[in-house]
């Protein structure tokens, strides 16, 4: 029987292999609710990745996963299930994940580190008094659900029509109600500016803010990132949380591991990467805007912070997540804990 049940297993993880694989090739970063345009019809495969890798670390033993998100999963393909199943097997926990880190070299552990990290970001800002969460391009982001410091906050998610359906779909059909502090605005990027996306939802440009803008400026052009910047400064108090690529990988993608396949895959499938910061500029573009730079962490940094007792992994250095902030809300040191 235990033969029988290893075998199953094995063949099980294969199939998941090798669809894992075939799915990232065809989705891989792909659109998040950004300037690019999305197949009709179709959720971004960007968000469900990051779903997959909320999921995988979910099921991990208790009191060795960095965050819990029981929502993850019902945004996953019937095959990526099968992969969260296996991973929550003894046999399969260390399993799954090698398969995955064979088909995208450091994309696991830097979307969950950073899920961590921003995480503690946004509990930090509800904690000294952001009364507003705004997430733009949500994606498939649970942090409305899944974190008690924002039960008591306005949350608006605001990314792409079929995105936002799709995810709206699978969470009404395991949630009687919904949250009544959460709203689900949906818009077009490629047709409606942010001035029009405002208007039309719940906002209150005059609250404590925190902004999420994850995944999301590394397909848009520097006018579209500049807008949006610009569109900030009509918070008297914010702040911002938001990705962004080292510039170099853009320029000189040899200089990270496994970045040169990666772009060389991005340039033939239809999404490219097309903007990113030389981080040494970052403070200063952000004062431009009234912004003050808070921290500015690579992949490497906030892997570093959460994950020391795990082996080392490498790959996606070029991602990095930033912090920022309008002054007249008060800064304080970064958070270092990591939960249990």
């Known amino acids: ?90 046999i399969g926990r260390d399993l799954i994940p090698r398969l995955i880190r064979r088909s995208a070299p450091g994309a696991l552990s830097s979307g969950v580190a950073r899920t961590r990290y921003i995480d503690d970001l946004v509990d930090r800002t509800v904690r000294e008094g952001a009364t507003q969460l705004i997430i733009l391009g949500a994606g498939y982001d649970t942090r409305a659900l899944r974190l008690d410091s924002l039960k008591s ?31 689900y605005c949906e818009a077009d990027f490629n047709t409606q500016s942010l001035e029009e996306i405002g208007s039309a939802s719940t906002i209150k440009f005059d609250a404590p803010t925190t902004l999420v803008w994850e995944g999301v400026t590394s397909y848009l052009t520097s006018d579209a990132v500049d807008a949006t910047f610009r569109w900030t400064e009509k918070f008297p108090g ?13 320029d000189h993608p040899e200089e990270f591991a496994g970045a040169r396949r990666l772009v060389a895959h991005l340039h033939d499938s239809e999404e ?17 805007h009234n912004l003050t730079l808070i921290e500015d962490l690579s992949t490497a940094d906030y892997r570093g912070k959460y994950m ?29 804990n990591p939960k249990g």
């Open 272 to 288: 490219q990467w097309t903007f990113g910061f030389a981080p040494p500029t970052v403070p200063g573009y952000l004062s431009r």
């Open 153 to 183: 906050a306005a949350v608006i998610e605001i990314d792409h029509p079929d995105t936002s359906r799709f995810k709206l779909r699978r969470l009404t059909s395991m949630m009687r109600n919904l949250p009544e502090n959460v709203s």
């Open 1 to 90: 029987m235990e033969e029988n049940k290893t075998g199953l297993l094995i063949f099980g993880s294969l199939c998941c292999s090798m669809t894992i694989v075939a799915e990232h090739k065809e989705g891989e970063e792909g659109h998040k609710g950004d300037g690019k345009k999305m197949k009709a019809q179709k959720p971004s495969k960007t968000a469900q990745y990051m779903a997959l890798f909320r999921a995988v670390e979910t099921v991990r033993p208790e009191g060795r996963a960095l965050f819990r998100d029981p929502y993850a999963r019902r945004f996953l393909s019937p095959t990526m299930r099968l992969a969260v199943i296996i991973a929550s097997l003894p």
């Open 238 to 250: 914010i702040n911002l949380i938001f990705t962004y690529l080292d510039r170099k990988v853009l």
């Open 308 to 336: 020391a007792d795990r082996p080392r992994e490498i790959g996606y250095e070029f991602h990095r997540t930033a912090f920022a902030r309008r002054e007249s809300i008060k800064a304080t040191d970064s958070p270092r």
